[in-house]
């Protein structure tokens, strides 16, 4: 027999393994979407993208193209923390709730924007800036056709009016909402003429969340019997009529040939079963309705003062 030597690997002074990051999280406000709201948004907002795309090139005069990356649920402070330092945050009023929604891109961006439509070559900015008054104007034109084709694309979940407020242009200091409220944040590539950037939409889930059970309701189990019950009273099932059975032999079967006479042990003045899956349900009489034979329900375990009649499929 073969030796076979065995090698031992120390494990002293090998570094430690390093330990994954434990997220603390509250059951008490969930951070994670439903799987059918997140789909209702996720419509929702590539509608918006198209229609955002659309407005800018019909504006800016120059192909445009708006794409919907993702859509997550965060709270203010995790959105605000995503942000560049120096952006564009248009600030949105939102009748009835005292968080604001937030349109967000890159100044870069939006001055590349303003250039075209003043009639420039839409020559590309690298210097994060605050917008001039005419700039801001501009701006802000593009912004209220951006919340209308917003309003438009959510439909029924977004119900209240929602209107341009104010320009920031530090995350870190524009409080549109509480830290711990909780955001809708959907994040969109942008594309307007040669230069790209991305943007995002935050709109507090306080405003969204009451419509989102409407735009796609749930069934609730407390009338669960009925509904059951409801459907099955729809579901097709094969109704027999049939003769007591027979007991006999295998033997007896095995047997058989043509002009065998097999005894059936069902008295000519009993009525026939009627059996659903196996299972007799009611008694019927052999009859006939018009030219199609037929049984007439003379007892029923279902319903035993009910006269039904039964025709045999053509």
Same mark, same amino acid.
């Given at each position: 027999?073969?030796? =076979?030597? =065995?090698?031992?690997?120390?494990?002293?002074?090998?570094? %430690?393994?390093?330990?994954?990051?434990?997220?603390?999280?509250?059951?008490?406000?969930?951070?994670?979407?439903?799987?059918?709201?997140?789909?209702? *948004?996720?419509?929702?907002?590539?509608?918006?993208?198209? @229609?955002?795309?659309?407005?800018?090139?019909?504006?800016?005069?120059?192909?445009?193209?708006?794409?919907?990356?993702?859509? #997550?649920? @965060?709270?203010? $402070?995790?959105?605000?923390?995503?942000?560049?330092?120096?952006?564009?945050?248009?600030?949105?009023?939102?009748?009835?709730?005292?968080?604001?929604?937030?349109?967000?891109?890159?100044?870069?961006?939006?001055?590349?924007?303003?250039?075209?439509?003043?009639?420039?070559?839409?020559?590309?900015?690298?210097?994060?800036?605050?917008?001039?008054?005419?700039?801001?104007? *501009?701006?802000?034109?593009?912004?209220?056709?951006?919340?209308? $084709?917003?309003?438009?694309?959510?439909?029924?979940?977004?119900?209240?009016?929602?209107?341009?407020?104010?320009?920031?242009?530090?995350?870190?200091?524009?409080?549109?909402?509480?830290?711990?409220?909780?955001?809708?944040? /959907?994040?969109?590539?942008?594309?307007?003429?040669?230069?790209?950037?991305?943007?995002? #939409?935050?709109?507090?889930?306080?405003?969204?969340? %009451?419509?989102?059970?409407?735009?796609?309701?749930?069934?609730?189990?407390?009338?669960?019997?009925?509904?059951?019950?409801?459907?099955?009273?729809?579901?097709?099932?094969?109704?027999?009529?049939?003769?007591?059975?027979?007991?006999?032999?295998?033997? /007896?079967?095995?047997?058989?040939?043509?002009?065998?006479?097999?005894?059936?042990?069902?008295?000519?003045?009993?009525?026939? $079963?009627?059996? #659903?899956?196996?299972?007799?349900?009611? @008694?019927?009489?052999?009859?006939?309705?018009?030219?199609?034979?037929?049984?007439?329900?003379?007892?029923?375990?279902?319903?035993?003062?009910?006269?039904?009649?039964?025709?045999?499929?053509?």
């Amino acid at each position: 027999m073969p030796n =076979v030597k =065995v090698q031992e690997h120390s494990t002293i002074g090998a570094p %430690p393994k390093s330990a994954k990051p434990i997220e603390v999280y509250d059951f008490r406000r969930p951070t994670t979407l439903a799987r059918e709201h997140s789909r209702v *948004l996720e419509l929702a907002f590539e509608t918006f993208a198209r @229609q955002w795309g659309t407005q800018l090139t019909a504006k800016v005069r120059v192909v445009s193209l708006v794409s919907c990356e993702h859509v #997550v649920m @965060q709270t203010y $402070d995790e959105y605000a923390a995503s942000l560049p330092a120096t952006t564009a945050m248009v600030l949105c009023t939102l009748d009835g709730s005292q968080a604001k929604a937030v349109l967000q891109f890159p100044t870069s961006s939006a001055l590349s924007w303003v250039n075209y439509m003043l009639g420039g070559n839409g020559a590309a900015v690298t210097l994060e800036r605050k917008f001039t008054q005419i700039e801001e104007a *501009l701006v802000r034109q593009l912004m209220d056709d951006a919340l209308e $084709d917003l309003k438009y694309s959510l439909g029924t979940v977004l119900v209240v009016p929602i209107t341009v407020n104010a320009i920031q242009y530090n995350s870190q200091f524009a409080q549109a909402a509480a830290t711990s409220d909780l955001m809708i944040v /959907a994040t969109f590539a942008m594309r307007v003429g040669e230069a790209t950037g991305m943007a995002t #939409v935050a709109i507090p889930v306080d405003v969204l969340l %009451p419509q989102l059970g409407e735009a796609n309701p749930v069934v609730v189990t407390a009338n669960a019997r009925e509904l059951v019950q409801a459907q099955v009273a729809w579901a097709p099932v094969e109704v027999s009529i049939q003769l007591a059975p027979a007991m006999v032999l295998p033997r /007896a079967i095995l047997d058989l040939a043509v002009g065998d006479v097999l005894p059936i042990p069902h008295p000519q003045h009993r009525p026939l $079963d009627v059996a #659903v899956g196996g299972q007799s349900l009611a @008694q019927a009489a052999l009859g006939a309705n018009g030219s199609r034979l037929a049984c007439v329900i003379t007892n029923s375990v279902v319903c035993p003062n009910e006269k039904t009649i039964i025709e045999e499929t053509p």
